[in-house]
């Protein structure tokens, strides 16, 4: 169902790669709800993702770009100003990448030059993202920007690895920027927490089938799919959530306030009683 929560809106969405992606979600719904963006990936993405068919679906044109060069977000920017007839109300950064992960680095024997590039593609982007749209005065007032993050920047989570620090290093820089974006130009600055998600990127994490099923049995309201997390976004994005800035926003079922739940235990005593349980080690 639609509300028109973004009627009249216009905006930028980076990252979406395929059907699977939380960014090719919420391109919908902002679709839905009335709102005009482009669309931006890199090239590698545009040739091996599905983004065309999004693009033609939402009516968006589709801008190739680095994430982590200035000069491309600078031209995300100005043609998106050019396309859309002035400056954005949103920007969704869904970006993320870490080669020490696709490698199997273990966080205790990590690839400093793939660490680097972890950090500059999740994290510094989005200040890079955020620095070129505030020299270019590119955001509208009230304008809204959401990153999507993970509780593993608060908290050890096996298999995450150095994304972990990159997340840590995303939510701060909103923090930092949102002040200085909310102080000079009203603009609201946000990190999603979302919870593990079978994207394309995401089932790329060591052991995520098992911590699928840990989270859903740990979070009172089950895991948030990519669905619910598009709509989550829509409303951080609409006039709804005018005074929401330089905050990380789980959206996980509860997960992240949760020590032990009822499901978990029974499936942690059963573990004990049965060692050969399906899918515990």
Not at 184 to 202: F, K
Not at 215 to 220: G, L, N, V
Not at 240 to 252: E, G, I, P, S, Y
Request: net charge neutral.
């Amino acid at each position: 169902m639609a509300y028109n929560l973004l009627k009249g809106k216009k905006g930028i969405i980076f990252g979406a790669l395929d059907n699977k992606s939380i960014a090719w979600k919420v391109a919908e719904r902002a679709h839905e709800e009335g709102a005009e963006f482009t669309l931006s990936n890199t090239m590698t993405a545009l040739r091996f993702g599905q983004i065309d068919q999004l693009a033609e679906k939402c009516g968006a044109e589709v801008i190739p770009a680095d994430a982590t060069n200035v000069k491309d977000l600078e031209n995300v920017f100005g043609r998106s100003m050019e396309i859309l007839n002035g400056k954005v109300d949103f920007v969704l950064h869904s970006i993320g990448m870490s080669l020490n992960v696709r490698k199997k680095r273990v966080y205790n024997d990590l690839d400093y030059n793939f660490l680097n590039k972890t950090l500059d593609i999740s994290a510094i982007s989005f200040h890079k993202l955020l620095q070129t749209a505030y020299r270019m005065n590119a955001i509208n007032s009230w304008g809204s920007v959401v990153a999507l993050s993970y509780i593993a920047a608060q908290r050890t989570l096996y298999g995450y690895n150095d994304m972990a620090d990159a997340k840590s290093l995303l939510e701060s820089i909103a923090r930092s920027f949102g002040y200085i974006y909310g102080r000079e130009h009203q603009v609201r600055i946000n990190t999603i927490s979302q919870s593990p998600t079978l994207t394309t990127a995401g089932s790329g994490v060591k052991g995520v089938s098992g911590l699928l099923d840990f989270t859903e049995r740990m979070s009172p309201l089950g895991n948030a799919d990519a669905d619910e997390c598009a709509n989550y976004c829509v409303v951080m994005f609409s006039d709804l959530t005018r005074k929401v800035t330089m905050q990380n926003l789980f959206h996980d079922g509860g997960f992240s306030n949760m020590g032990m739940s009822l499901k978990a235990m029974k499936m942690y005593n059963k573990s004990l009683e049965d060692p050969e349980v399906d899918g515990v080690e």
